[in-house]
Every structure is written in C-alpha cells, then in structure tokens.
C-alpha cells in the first residue's frame, strides 16, 4: 500500500512563472549561469545560487543560509505565494517530440524505509549529507523524486479529465518546452487519488535516490521535533510507461597502453565486431554496443555462446549468476572497462566521462576527434522492466547507466519542511 498526501505549496506568482522556474541548477555552464543571473532578477537562480560571482569563497554554511534569504527575500516581494489549503498538482511537460503527465505529491518516508518506494540506484554518503544540511538549513525543496506507478486506467482516465479544466499555470519555457500545471485540492479528489494509491503495493524511484536518501537521513535526526513534514518529502509520480529512459554513452581518455590491434583483439573475445566506418551507427537493441575508435564506427554484438545469454532468444539463462550480469552497462563494464581499460571506479575515474543518450552521436564524435578522448562506447537503453527487476531483487545498476526524463522545473512547486 503507497500513501500520497497533499501539501501546502509555495508557488510563483502567476504572472511571473515562466521568469522564475530553471533548469536545474547543474545543468547551466557557468557563463550560461552568469548571463541568466544578469538577465532576469527573478530566475529562481537567484535563490538556489546566491552572491555567485563570489560562491566559491564562502563557506557551505554561508551559503546555504544565503540560499535561505534569498528565498524569504522571494517571498517577501510577492515573487513566489504561499497556498493556503493542502493540495495536490498535476503537471505536464511537452516536448518536441513527447508529452508527460505526473502528480505531484508527497510520498512517505515509512513507505522508503520499508521498501514499498524501491531504489534501484546506490547513493554517495558525501552527497547524502551535503543534500541533507541544504534541507535543513534552507527549510524548503523543489526538487521532487521522481517515481514510476504501474499503469493504472482509472488514474489515466481521472487525468484526461482533469487536462480539460483550466489550469493553474500554462506557460513556455527558452528550451521550446510547453508547462501545464493544474491544482487538485478538493476534498474528494484528494481522497480519491490517496484511495487510488494505496491499492498500488510498491512505487519505483526512477530519479532521485540522494533526494530521497537525504529525506531520510533528515527525518531520522529530527523525529524528536515532531514535525509531520519531515515524515514525506516531494515527488512527482508519473506511470512507467510514460518516463523515457536514455542511455549513458561512455568516452574514455586512453586505451590503458594498448595499441588499437591489442585492444580490437581482447574486445573480440567477447564481442563480434563489424567496421561501420564512417557510419552514425547506434544499437539497435539489447546486447548491441556501439564504439568509436580512430575516425571509426564499430558495431559490436556480445557472443551470444556466454553464459549470459542463450544462442537463440536472447533470454537470461538460468547460469546467469544475477540480473545485473544481464545489464548492458554492467557487461561493458566486465568485459572492457575493467580488465581491458583498467577502469575500477566508474563513478570516481577521471579517464571516463559520460554523455546523456539524447545528444547526438556526433557529440561522442567530435569530443573523441578532438584528442582528449580516444574511445567511445554507445549503449543501448535500459527499459522500466530492467530497473524494476533489479529493484525488487535489491540490486544496484552500474553508476550513470541511465538518463531518465521527464526533468521537474526547478522553483515551480517548494515544499517548505
């Protein structure tokens, strides 16, 4: 049983809302950063990154108290509107190419603890701390976990009816995105949808396993405060067959003292490899790899005589030893970053970075061609099944196996603690 309950939000004000939301705050270089900064006093950028010209010469501490004015200063001049009654919102992000649709709610700690949200990623306890003092010492978040439900026909029909009333907010953003934003907070709405959710055992966390960690770690070092806020934080739920899930390619900076020939040689004891040449080639299904070496595309397909997979389906065989063996990101990496390129640590090596699947190929291309890189490895996406089985089976995936959309506008809805 999943419980959902309403808050009261902090929101922007209507006429403001598309100066004031952003993209999350690691997504902006810093000249990007800069010109925003300068551009537009009330870009939720100002709070989340205050004094920055000069934000790497204070102290943490400093910092996140200047976070903490900065938002009361938002307040304070009407920029952002504290709602007086508990509700939930429904919220929807168009793309080019895909709409998504998800509630916004708070989700419970118990249920975290107790596995009924399921994690399918590890956490950095650095980051979990670091996360868990921004909360506590700035009093609000505004980035929700995102969490996956399985589809559900009532709660679909429930929001095609609800996309047809006037929404809160409508409004379109510098990256050609359309945000629809529409608030539930009548009594039997609320109920509702809380009855709805709890006929649904277990929810998945797609995105935000240090958020969540950091709510935990939070609530757990302040339960004798009594505070009923601390005991959920912020997610936006969306159903599984809506989130979309890219790949993380890999570019490594060395070939770990290989010479080309070596190296094509260990990668064929695994692999079958076909020169692509010149050819954009990506994988075309699980199992595929794709790679660029010396102005070169290869295709590789994994030897299907493993003990992974069996010849003729691609199925998991039962001498497969886990379901993470069977992960693309987890055979590249026992096959070719560790014992071929010497990679140990994927999250921590600084000969390997990481490319989100939505960038074109070309990307991986021309950071290879420009010499700072010497190999390039493209993957194929996980699909929901994947990460909900490694879930259920507490299994970790492999660091930056996934990209997952949709990605929440930063300072469109605060929930204060």
């Not at 979990?128 to 679909?156: A, C, H, M, R, S």
């Not at 890219?246 to 190296?263: A, P, T, W």
Request: net charge negative; charged share 25%; with cysteine.
């Amino acid at each position: 049983m999943s419980k959902i309950i309403p808050f009261k939000a902090v929101r922007p004000a209507p006429d403001k809302v598309a100066l004031v939301t952003c993209r999350n705050y690691d997504d902006y270089s810093p000249a990007e950063l800069a010109s925003w900064l300068d551009f537009n006093p009330y870009s939720f950028l100002h709070v989340i990154n205050p004094a920055y010209i000069h934000s790497q010469k204070i102290t943490l501490d400093k910092r996140f108290k200047g976070v903490a004015l900065k938002y009361q200063d938002f307040k304070n001049e009407g920029i952002f509107l504290e709602d007086e009654k508990p509700a939930f919102f429904l919220y929807q992000i168009q793309t080019k190419s895909k709409s998504f649709t998800g509630i916004v709610a708070g989700t419970s700690i118990d249920d975290y603890k107790n596995n009924v949200i399921k994690k399918h990623e590890d956490t950095l306890q650095y980051r979990v701390e670091l996360f868990k003092d921004y909360l506590n010492q700035t009093g609000f978040n505004t980035e929700p976990v995102l969490i996956t439900y399985p589809d559900n026909l009532d709660i679909n029909n429930w929001i095609s009816k609800k996309q047809k009333e006037q929404p809160l907010y409508y409004f379109s953003t510098t990256n050609k995105e359309k945000h629809t934003l529409w608030k539930v907070d009548s009594d039997s709405e609320i109920q509702w949808l809380q009855k709805q959710f709890e006929t649904i055992p277990e929810l998945y966390i797609a995105d935000g396993h240090h958020r969540s960690a950091s709510a935990e770690l939070l609530h757990n070092q302040n339960e004798t405060l009594e505070n009923e806020k601390l005991n959920y934080f912020m997610s936006f739920l969306i159903a599984e067959s809506n989130v979309k899930i890219y790949e993380f390619n890999r570019i490594v900076r060395d070939l770990n003292g290989n010479s080309k020939e070596d190296f094509l040689a260990k990668i064929s004891e695994h692999f079958i490899l076909i020169q692509k040449e010149q050819e954009l080639w990506k994988p075309q299904g699980k199992f595929e790899f794709g790679m660029y070496l010396e102005g070169n595309f290869y295709a590789l397909f994994y030897k299907q005589n493993s003990s992974f997979v069996t010849s003729s389906s691609k199925e998991v065989t039962s001498k497969a030893s886990s379901i993470l063996e069977n992960l693309d990101a987890q055979i590249l990496y026992d096959t070719v970053l560790q014992p071929i390129l010497g990679i140990e640590d994927l999250r921590n090596d600084e000969r390997i970075e990481y490319i989100p699947g939505k960038q074109s190929i070309l990307t991986l291309k021309e950071l290879v061609d420009e010499g700072e890189f010497e190999v390039g490895f493209m993957l194929y996406p996980s699909d929901i099944s994947e990460i909900k089985a490694l879930a259920d089976n507490n299994l970790i995936m492999p660091p930056k196996s996934t990209y997952i959309e949709p990605k929440f506008r930063s300072g469109l809805i605060v929930y204060e603690l």
